[in-house]
Structure formats: structure tokens, C-alpha cells
């Protein structure tokens, strides 16, 4: 079975997530930024199949679009127009740095470890995969 590889897209740097070969477990794969996205993938996509990139889409508390959603919208047309094959769905992305972080806390790391941005992200990135996993699993995808 193919992988399923979710985005948390940011301005500077882009989380990484990914599902292992049976779609079940969520991971974080690494930290990247938008210019090297291209390099990763083609790297990625050498050595794993993949059916499905999953992007966070950023909304207000109120359901609306945030401003970042333009960014977002250009990563999409861009796999779109690269990765034509791979099917791409957006994913509700709210409170998921918030989620992260206090994920991060919980596991123990120590404070220096936890300002890392690029681990916030992809760890931000398995929550938008988790989540896209479980509504995918209980019918609502």
C-alpha cells in the first residue's frame, strides 16, 4: 500500500509527515523549506510510493480562511501541476502548532530542544496526518 505524506505549510520552513506502508502510523519525517520541497520529494518519491499528500489548512476559530491560506493554495497548485497522480485533500489545521507543542512538552523534551521550530512543524504535520487518518477511517473523508 502507498504512503500518505501530509504538509504543515509555513513561510519559512514546511513539516513533513508521512504514514508508514499500511497507513496507520502517523510520523514525523523532517523540516523543510518551500524551495527545497522539490529536491525532498523527488528524493521521497524514488524510494516510497505515495497516494496521497495531505495539507494543513489554516482557518480562523470561525471556519474562515486565515491569510496564510494563499500560501497553502500555492503549495497545492504546485504538487497539482508536478505530481499530477497523487490526490491531495486538505485538512483542518487549526490549534494543531498549539497541539504540537504541548505534545512536545509531554514527552519530555527539555526546553532548549522544544524551541527548535522545524520540530514543532513536523510534529505539527503528523497531527494534521493523525487527523486525516482517523476521519478517513471513520467515514468522513
Partial sequence: MARVLAFD????RIGIAATDSLQIIASAVTTTSPRELHTFLQD?????????????????????DSESMKLV?????WLQKNYPDIEICLMDERLTSRMAQHALVQSGLKKKDRRQKGLLDSTAATLILQTFLETRNNGFI
Fill in 73 to 77: 493554495v500555492q503549495v497545492q497548485e
Fill in 44 to 64: 521521497y518519491l524514488k524510494k516510497n510510493e505515495v497516494e496521497t499528500f495531505v495539507l494543513g489548512k489554516p482557518m480562523q476559530m470561525n471556519g474562515s
Fill in 9 to 12: 505549510v509555513g513561510l519559512k
